[in-house]
């Protein structure tokens, strides 16, 4: 009995290491074949990570997918956590790529000067209300009076007898960032109901009746309706000019300049392929078709 | 591995056997486990309290503005110069929806586990005991998710704001420590000595006067254990709690406003901190709370079992 058990637990830990060590031999198999395979030296394979925005992931992913489907010897790991996560790790030097939706000047405890900014796509965010709030266009300081709680009630502003409930996203949130900033004029929103991913937010002002929020252009469906503000429609074209001004970059940071496999990654992203085809399709704008430029304080030139 | 030349104090007498050896090897490795648990649990409370208490002793915040400030925001700074961590609105809820779920729940699993130890035995166990079962296995996501999908709404529709707060986690949470409590409940129940149930009946007392004078104050200390075994489960519950109770940093003043809990701040800021940093450092605070208090339901848990075996 005794023997037995000894010589099972034995055999489990042997078939444990076995099959660990087949695993470990069958990637390295499989990417010394793909480095063979086909590629000339130049090109760079090997094992990345990049981390931060929720925001960005689905089109670092999305890319590195198609990436990976060209050159069979990289390997790109996507991982999100929250653009404080991303900054702080770039900066600590303990990933390749650190993905942010603010500039890495905007966020405390972070050294801007040691970390290289590659702007890859811009975001545009906008309220969404409830479809039956009867409210389509704001100017901007009624948006404000409605996330400082002056305005309590969608009839003030000509709309249906209803209660305004105001959804937040978390503390630290790109997208909150960008809303208060641009969207509400740098002022506090009040204290209120707090969600931490746009998908909830989404969910939440679609079912509850007087909801607002505010969410990325790419998260808008008929479920939600997304307010104009001061006239202007919350679009593409408008983003581009600078008309609709609550915007955001998307920032892929590396530590130092980046080289090897992350710069490969980074100009993939930047190519016109991905620029004009993927980004619109996944709801980014792209870098390239922006006719202003914005720097970490805010301050717009135009360069088209 | 036997075939080695015999020294001679090592003659077969003189050399431990088999048995003994494996004697040895056994008592080693489950050690090896007590001691990896032990260095497990103190390396964590190492960690949560250096990092927790840095929110004072490194960003200068005030431990009185902690316990008793009401608004939240530590990236920015007071006029003086410290972080503002008022984190009385998370504690308020977190004790708020704990108390009344321990409230909620306590008559429903007591009842349940009188029915499946007193009154039918046979009937109440053959439900009960799958039921139980079941609603253990469930993860916390998906009471979290019914709760949004349902408790919610139907608050919404029904009571009045937006659905949100105190009163769906309360439900949401009593629904989650309801097989802890009955299943512990039962335990204490059934462990009331036969001969008391016995002396009362001969006494003369109903079934029903059995139950209340005798058994229920026989199990009162294993009852109060299971009440508060649930009130640390529900203390710690993070992610179905954050689903349903809104997030709002603001003192609780109703059950169906949004409000928030330790743990939901917690969850929902991580990501967006940096490790170090005056944000970050709060967040940790918190955990330090969290742990504190599940360190006060587990010492009261004790005192309760030795006070019994008086």
Same mark, same amino acid.
């Given at each position: ?5 000894r010589?099972?637990?034995? &055999? ?9 060590a ?6 390295a198999?499989?990417?010394e074949?793909?480095?063979?395979a ?9 094992n990345i990570?990049?981390?931060g925005s ?8 999305a890319?590195?997918?198609q990436?990976? &489907?060209?050159h069979?010897?990289?390997?790109i ?9 991303g ?18 000047e ?11 900014d590659?702007?890859?796509a ?9 479809p039956?709030?009867?409210v389509?266009d704001?100017?901007?300081e ?8 002056k305005?309590?009630n969608?009839? *003030? ?5 209803q209660?305004?409930?105001v959804i937040?996203r978390?503390q ?5 960032a ?11 929103p009040?204290? &209120?109901?707090?969600?931490?991913s746009?998908g ?9 009746p007087?909801a607002?929020s ?6 808008f469906?008929d479920?939600?309706?997304a ?11 408008e983003?581009?000019?600078n008309?609709?001004?609550i915007w955001?970059?998307q920032?892929m940071?590396?530590?130092g300049?980046?080289d ?5 990654l980074?100009?993939?992203i930047l190519?016109d ?10 709801g ?16 717009? *030139?135009?360069?088209k | 591995?036997m075939a080695?030349?015999?020294k ?10 088999r ?6 090897i056994g ?16 390396a ?18 005030? =431990?009185?503005?902690?316990?008793t400030?009401t ?10 110069? !410290? ?14 929806v704990t ?9 429903i699993?007591?009842?349940?586990a009188?029915?499946?130890?007193e009154?039918?035995p046979?009937?109440?166990r053959?439900i ?12 916390s996501?998906?009471?979290g998710?019914?709760?949004?999908? =349902?408790?919610v ?5 029904? =009571?009045?704001g937006?659905?949100?707060?105190i009163?769906?986690?309360t439900?949401?949470?009593?629904v989650?420590?309801?097989?802890t409590?009955?299943?512990?409940a ?10 008391l149930?016995e002396? @009362?009946?001969?006494?003369? @007392? ?8 005798v ?22 519950e993070?992610?179905? =709690? !954050? ?11 109703s059950?169906?406003?949004?409000a928030s809990?330790?743990?939901s ?11 170090g940093?005056?944000?970050n450092?709060?967040?940790? @605070? ?11 339901f587990?010492? @009261? ?5 030795r006070?019994?075996?008086?």
């Amino acid at each position: 009995m005794k023997k037995r058990n000894r010589l099972s637990f034995a &055999a489990a830990i042997l078939l444990c290491a076995g099959l660990s060590a087949a695993c470990s031999s069958s990637k390295a198999e499989q990417s010394e074949g793909g480095a063979d395979a086909k590629e000339p030296a130049a090109e760079a394979s090997g094992n990345i990570t990049a981390v931060g925005s929720s925001a960005l992931q689905p089109l670092v992913e999305a890319a590195a997918q198609q990436y990976s &489907a060209d050159h069979p010897g990289a390997v790109i790991n996507v991982q999100g956590g929250g653009s404080g996560t991303g900054l702080s790790k770039i900066s600590e030097g303990a990933v390749d790529i650190g993905n942010s939706d603010i500039f890495a000047e905007e966020k405390d405890g972070i050294d801007a000067s040691k970390i290289v900014d590659h702007k890859v796509a811009v975001v545009g965010m906008g309220p969404v209300v409830h479809p039956d709030t009867g409210v389509e266009d704001v100017t901007s300081e009624e948006l404000i009076d409605i996330f400082t709680g002056k305005l309590t009630n969608w009839k *003030e502003l000509g709309g249906a007898d209803q209660e305004i409930s105001v959804i937040n996203r978390a503390q630290g949130s790109g997208t909150r960032a960008t809303f208060e900033a641009f969207g509400l004029d740098g002022n506090e929103p009040m204290d &209120a109901q707090e969600q931490d991913s746009s998908g909830t937010v989404r969910k939440i002002v679609s079912e509850t009746p007087g909801a607002i929020s505010y969410l990325a252009f790419s998260y808008f469906d008929d479920s939600v309706t997304a307010l104009k503000v001061n006239g202007v429609s919350p679009t593409k074209e408008e983003v581009e000019t600078n008309n609709w001004e609550i915007w955001a970059y998307q920032h892929m940071y590396t530590n130092g300049e980046a080289d090897g496999l992350a710069k490969e990654l980074i100009d993939y992203i930047l190519s016109d392929d991905v620029q004009d085809t993927l980004l619109p399709e996944m709801g980014y704008l792209p870098v390239t078709g922006m006719e202003v430029e914005r720097d970490a304080e805010g301050t717009i *030139e135009k360069t088209k | 591995m036997m075939a080695k030349l015999v020294k001679e104090t090592e003659h077969p007498l003189f050399r431990r056997s088999r048995k003994q050896h494996t004697e040895r090897i056994g008592r080693g490795l489950t050690f090896a486990a007590v001691l990896m648990t032990a260095l497990l649990t103190a390396a964590i409370f190492f960690l949560v309290f250096t990092k927790g208490i840095s929110t004072f002793t490194v960003n200068g915040g005030s =431990v009185k503005q902690f316990f008793t400030g009401t608004s939240w925001n530590p990236g920015r700074q007071t006029g003086s110069g !410290q972080p503002i961590i008022g984190a009385l609105p998370f504690l308020a809820g977190s004790l708020a929806v704990t108390g009344l779920s321990a409230i909620l729940c306590t008559p429903i699993a007591v009842g349940a586990a009188l029915f499946m130890s007193e009154i039918s035995p046979k009937s109440g166990r053959t439900i009960l005991q799958p039921v139980i079962e079941l609603l253990v296995g469930i993860p916390s996501v998906v009471y979290g998710f019914i709760g949004l999908s =349902v408790v919610v709404p139907l608050l919404r529709d029904h =009571v009045s704001g937006s659905g949100f707060g105190i009163a769906a986690g309360t439900i949401v949470l009593s629904v989650m420590i309801l097989p802890t409590v009955t299943s512990l409940a039962f335990d204490a129940i059934q462990s009331v000595p036969r001969q008391l149930r016995e002396a @009362s009946l001969a006494l003369g @007392s109903t079934r029903w006067q059995m139950i209340c004078k005798v058994i229920l104050a026989t199990a009162k200390p294993g009852l109060l254990m299971a009440v508060i075994f649930g009130m640390a489960r529900a203390f710690g519950e993070a992610l179905a =709690v !954050q689903m349903v109770i809104g997030n709002a940093a603001v003192l609780p003043h109703s059950l169906f406003e949004p409000a928030s809990t330790l743990t939901s701040i917690l969850t929902m800021g991580m990501g967006y901190t940096v490790l170090g940093t005056a944000e970050n450092n709060a967040l940790w @605070s918190l955990a330090l709370v969290l742990l504190l208090m599940s360190l006060v339901f587990t010492l @009261s848990v004790r005192w309760i079992g030795r006070r019994k075996r008086r």
